[in-house]
């Protein structure tokens, strides 16, 4: 995120050690993985089931997260990336109100990510095929009314295209 330390890693650096992480999105698993082996308790959740050879690594459940209701308060960090791509603005808004719920008031830490967007980008969302893409001050606006602070914002590649990424914590 400008810096040579990844988005994992400046996560790592926010929340406890071990902490309570959710993983929306999780994809194939390998965030999930590597959280748990540093001895976090890993909440993974994605629509698809996960691959064989992860089963009994980390909690898992096989939902869509824009259904998910999560224990209030329960988890010290949501780690979520690319995810917000492949939702529209008001699915965004939706996973937002869910995960204001799921973090720890002030202690709770958001990692996000969010493609890039190019100067022609509206500013609630340019549906590019399958995905959108952001505009970085409308996004931290929405975070900002979702409840959340940003503490740090950049950008970082990966899988050959540029993501806007945002550490946040709950306000209240």
Known sequence: MGSSQT???IFLSKVPSP??????GCDEGSIAVRLAALGHDVLAIDQKPLPKALEGTFSFEAR????F????????GIYCHRLISYLGP???RRVMMIFFRALKPKTGVLFLSHLKSG??????????????????EAFQS?????GFLTELKGTQSHLNQDWNAYVCRRIS
């Open 90 to 92: 008001e699915e965004v």
């Open 64 to 67: 869509d997260v824009r259904l």
């Open 19 to 24: 902490a309570k992480v959710l993983v929306p």
């Open 119 to 136: 100067p022609a980008t509206a500013s609630h969302g340019e549906r590019l095929g399958q995905t959108f893409a952001y505009d970085p």
């Open 7 to 9: 988005g994992l890693e």
């Open 142 to 146: 929405l975070l900002r009314q979702s």
């Open 69 to 76: 209701s999560p224990p209030q308060e329960s988890f010290d």
